[in-house]
């Protein structure tokens, strides 16, 4: 199975910061990752596609970017709403395989 | 408004079995791709089952395959997770998710709980 490493595990900013998440795939995936956001007691939303396709109706604030093996998401300007979990996941080869997440939290 | 409403979740002792549905509205499920995805307490994502848009092609995950089976009605706009053999590591949050253009997962159900336990 492909192994998903994301990096950090957990951080912490201030409202308006910049802020980025990687996601290291064990072997090539081309440009076959998305990320995700979980709100607590939420199911998953899909935010990003393909590496760097912003999902229908998300904010443009949000974006990604790699392939191959890294891969970055951020957010440019962080909001009080975007308080989550966030998930990468490769679907390059069976089976689909998740990132352990990174909870972000407001300093 | 796409929705994805699951039901079935149980306490359930060792060994036990329990079926999980997901009823879909708001697009034609027929035309989609479905998965199962699940989250133990506290845990990240787990992908357990996958199944085609007309039933001919089924996948599972290595801890799942064998004692879990995906199937769907399109008649109903209905996905279904019959899981039998439970252990007590089987304890999650099950998600049924839309796939769209291969792996996007783009709409999810509120999830339902499976809790195995004696």
């Known amino acids: 199975d492909i192994q998903m490493t994301q990096s950090p595990s957990s951080l912490s900013a201030s409202v308006g910061d910049r802020v980025t998440i990687t996601c290291q795939a064990s072997?090539?995936?081309?440009?076959?990752l998305n990320w995700y956001q979980q709100k607590p007691g939420k199911a998953p939303k899909l935010l990003i596609y393909?590496?760097?396709n912003l999902q229908a109706g998300v904010p443009s604030r949000f974006s990604g970017s790699g392939s191959g093996t890294d891969f970055t998401f951020a957010i440019s300007s962080l909001q009080p709403e975007d308080i989550a979990t966030y998930f990468c996941?490769?679907?390059?080869?069976?089976?689909?395989?998740f990132g352990q997440g990174t909870r972000l939290e407001i300093k | 408004e796409v929705q994805l409403v699951e039901s079935g979740g149980a306490l359930v002792q060792p060994g036990g079995s329990v079926r999980l549905s997901c009823v879909a509205s708001?697009?034609?499920?027929?035309?989609?791709?479905m998965d199962w995805v699940r989250q133990a307490p506290g845990k990240g994502l787990e992908w357990v089952a996958y199944?085609?848009?007309?039933?001919?092609?089924?996948r599972y995950a290595d801890s799942v395959k064998g004692r879990f089976t995906i199937s769907r009605d399109n008649a109903k706009n209905s996905l279904f997770l019959q899981m039998n053999s439970l252990r007590a590591e089987d304890t999650a949050l099950y998600f049924c998710?839309?796939?769209w253009g291969g792996g996007k997962m783009n709409a999810w159900g509120q999830g339902v709980q499976v809790i195995v336990s004696s």
């Open positions: 996941q490769q679907y390059d080869i069976l089976p689909v395989t």
């Open positions: 072997q090539g995936i081309d440009i076959y």
């Open positions: 393909d590496a760097s």
């Open positions: 708001g697009f034609i499920f027929r035309t989609y791709e």
């Open positions: 199944i085609d848009s007309v039933e001919s092609n089924t």
């Open positions: 998710a839309r796939e």
